[in-house]
């Protein structure tokens, strides 16, 4: 047990042993503290307790439809105006045909989510999502944050609740957790005032885990949210799944401010990275997985954060347009090899899994090219 520096962690280090759930103040103390050693300590105790030494990844591919979009989020560098030569929207066709383009390993889940498109329906959307199950039958399809839902039920003049029923009906078999940013008014205001607004996102969250469909959760950290911001935000997720249980899996992402609106903004560290990883598992009990997103945080901290509280690593996700317009670096996907070789090093035992967590099995004939 490494010493803990930091004294005003010495009451949570004794929750944190005995299990009971840390408040709001602790969680303000822990984004206060520089303990970085001490927190990483408490929230691997947590991580073991949970998984062992288990590392969860997948084989996904991200499909990204359109980036025109009608919000103009400061935060933001992927969406672009309709009328923007450099823009795109691709052709049901299109979406079809580039699922499964350009990997040669069974994928076991299509990750779906762009940009508000003022023209494609609701319709549209529901015969892509069919369309993509007709062909890839077996393929999870993780699609729409609680933001394009939203803005679909709007623009078809219909309820969450339906948009969600027939999107489900169409194919779609949960939600990724996107477009939750932070939830402090004060905030979004700032970095995101086109979109719903935080209590209209966990409502969003509350109707689809209602009706069957699980989804994950995240929060964007690392522009201008202060820690109270930050407890603020997972302490909300956290009611919402004492309530539904529907979350199941939490990524914190990191701001890339290239490109953006916000770009004077330095980018975050490797430290807050991992302190940000270690105080989400410390947080969130209620929440089973955390996701360090190798392509956000890189895979070298995505790494070390196998120690510091996450359980998972995202997957090979072949073509990432989100990060990479706000000045990722990483590459736009790793192999299934790259992925084990990287958990191994941890220390930690790999398991490809598909959406649902269960263990994917795998024999040399399901690494069979798609395409
Ligand atoms: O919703 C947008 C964020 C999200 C920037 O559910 C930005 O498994 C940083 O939600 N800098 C999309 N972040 C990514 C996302 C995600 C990723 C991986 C796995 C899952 C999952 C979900 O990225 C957006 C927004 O919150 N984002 N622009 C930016 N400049």
Known sequence: M?????????????KVEAGERLSLEDGVT????????????????????????????????????????????????????????????????????????????AVTEFHIVGGLHPELSLDWFCQMIAGLKERYEGVHLKAFTMVEIAYLAKRAKISIRETLERLK??????????????????????????????????????????????????????????????????VRLRELQDETGGFVTFIPLAFHPQNTALAHLPKTTGFDDLKQIAISRLMLDNIPHIKAYWIMMTPSVAQIAQRFGANDVDGTVVEEKIYHD???????????????????????????????YRPVQRTESTFTVLV
């Not at 009906?169 to 932070?182: F, K, N």
């Not at 699980?214 to 820690?227: A, D, I, V, W």
Request: some cysteine; aromatic content about 6%.
């Open 2 to 14: 490494p010493s803990i520096e930091d004294q005003s962690l010495k009451p949570i280090l004794r």
């Open 30 to 105: 822990m984004y206060r503290s520089a303990d970085l050693l001490a927190l990483g300590y408490m929230a691997n105790l947590v991580r073991e307790r949970l998984h062992g030494d288990v590392t969860y990844f997948n084989v996904n591919r991200h499909i990204n439809p359109t980036d025109v979009c009608v919000a103009s989020c400061r935060l933001c560098a992927f969406g672009k105006r309709a009328k923007d030569p450099t823009s795109y929207t691709m052709s049901l066709e299109q979406v079809w045909d580039v699922a499964g383009k350009g990997y040669a390993e």
């Open 169 to 234: 009906a169409a194919g779609v078999d949960s939600l990724p957790g996107g477009g939750a940013e932070i939830f402090s008014e004060r905030v979004r205001r700032i970095i995101c005032d086109h979109k719903i607004d935080g209590e209209e996102w966990l409502e969003t969250a509350r109707i689809a885990h209602q009706i069957g469909l699980k989804s994950n959760c995240t929060m964007l950290y690392g522009h201008l949210e202060t820690p109270e911001d930050r407890a603020d935000h997972l």
């Open 326 to 356: 706000a000045g990722a670096t990483t590459a736009q996907h790793l192999r299934r090899q790259d992925l084990l070789r990287l958990i191994r090093e941890a220390g930690r035992e790999p398991v490809e899994r598909d959406t649902s």
